[in-house]
């Protein structure tokens, strides 16, 4: 090879397989979509309890069944050669885990903790948890900090905190580093309209809104107008489910990258909307008006919810791509119409 001679390119390296579990839900479908764009090899692992068959690309491998069944994991594990999880699967809805507790300690801990133990026996690295910011409860200063006191104030909360915790422990004990994403208020679709919130009966503001402008509501519940805010409604950290998916990939490359070190990291963008305002852009996308009817305050629901994201920022090379509310919104009501048709 004469010295003007370009060296040859290094072969790429293959990339491990990743195992996601409820990855035919809402935010699984996006994160199993982030991985596949990057190259990554995907197996999910859902339940269909409250995810679809069809969210699932073509280009993953789709195996029914439950997070908790060890032989089934164990066999995902060996035949993949699963080096990697990202879990998704569990129960999200804060009013019902005040309802029926135990339903969320089942699916949220108990059966996190079987998964866990499949990761160790397996040899699996590393894993990444879907966590949230209900850990913090009523936060005592917005922004939230990951260093904030963690005091969730219902089942839902705690069912989440119990199982960082058993990953931090986990961590300490065997090979496994973790990252645990603690979300804010997830909103939006896919922008290619590959994927969006399709369960039935969603309670997050952005669906149910895109839902009422769609003719599937009559009308949105503004639940309280007497908190210590500028309009009297509540603020929250609203964040592009697109942009919370490529969090996952950036973090799975990190947890790689550095394997003795493990993560609890916000996922928000540092500035919060209320609820007014929230509508408010809905009918600037739309063009029309929503009828908002006034209903008295939930119990627990605090003033504001705003991450402080610096330590995602200063982590990972994450940066969001669509933090404007109007794109999140518009987003969200595309897959709307899109569902529509598919009715």
């Not at 010295?3 to 491990?16: G, I, L, M, N």
């Not at 491998?61 to 699967?89: N, P, S, T």
């Not at 058993?166 to 300490?172: P, Q, V």
């Amino acid at each position: 090879m004469t010295q003007d001679e370009p060296k040859p390119e290094k072969p790429a390296v293959p990339k491990p397989a990743v195992l996601v579990t409820g990855g035919a839900g809402y935010i699984g479908s996006h994160a199993v979509l982030a991985l596949l764009d990057a190259g990554w090899p995907v197996v999910v692992l859902d339940n269909l309890s409250t995810g679809f068959d069809w969210a699932v690309p073509k280009e993953a491998v789709l195996a029914v069944g439950d997070v908790a069944d060890q032989a089934l994991v164990a066999r995902l594990i060996a035949e993949h050669d699963i080096k990697a999880i990202i879990h998704f699967a569990g129960s999200i809805i804060v009013p019902e885990s005040v309802e029926n507790p135990l339903k969320y300690y089942e699916n949220n801990t108990v059966k996190s903790r079987a998964l866990i133990e499949s990761a160790v026996k397996g040899g699996v690295r590393h894993f990444i948890f879907s966590s949230t910011a209900a850990t913090y409860g009523i936060p005592e200063q917005v922004p939230i900090a990951e260093d904030s006191p963690t005091q969730p104030i219902n089942p839902y909360g705690w069912s989440k905190l119990m199982t960082e915790r058993m990953l931090a422990d986990t961590a300490f004990a065997h090979p496994l580093n973790y990252c645990a994403l603690r979300y804010f208020n997830v909103a939006g679709a896919d922008p290619r309209g590959r994927s969006g919130q399709s369960t039935a009966g969603a309670t997050h503001l952005i669906k149910v809104a895109v839902e009422a402008a769609t003719g599937k509501r009559s009308h949105v519940s503004v639940f309280g107008t007497d908190y210590d805010t500028p309009d009297g409604t509540g603020i929250r950290d609203y964040i592009h489910v697109s942009d919370l998916a490529a969090a996952h990939v950036d973090a799975l490359e990190k947890l790689i990258e550095d394997p003795e070190q493990s993560h609890v990291m916000n996922c928000g963008y540092s500035r919060g909307f209320s609820v007014l305002e929230v509508l408010d852009s809905v009918d600037r996308v739309t063009n029309m008006t929503i009828e908002r009817r006034l209903e008295p305050r939930r119990p627990g629901d605090p003033d504001r919810l705003v991450a402080d994201n610096r330590r995602i920022l200063a982590t990972l090379p994450w940066r969001p791509k669509r933090d404007r509310l109007d794109d999140i919104v518009a987003d969200a009501l595309g897959w709307e119409r899109k569902l529509a048709e598919r009715a």
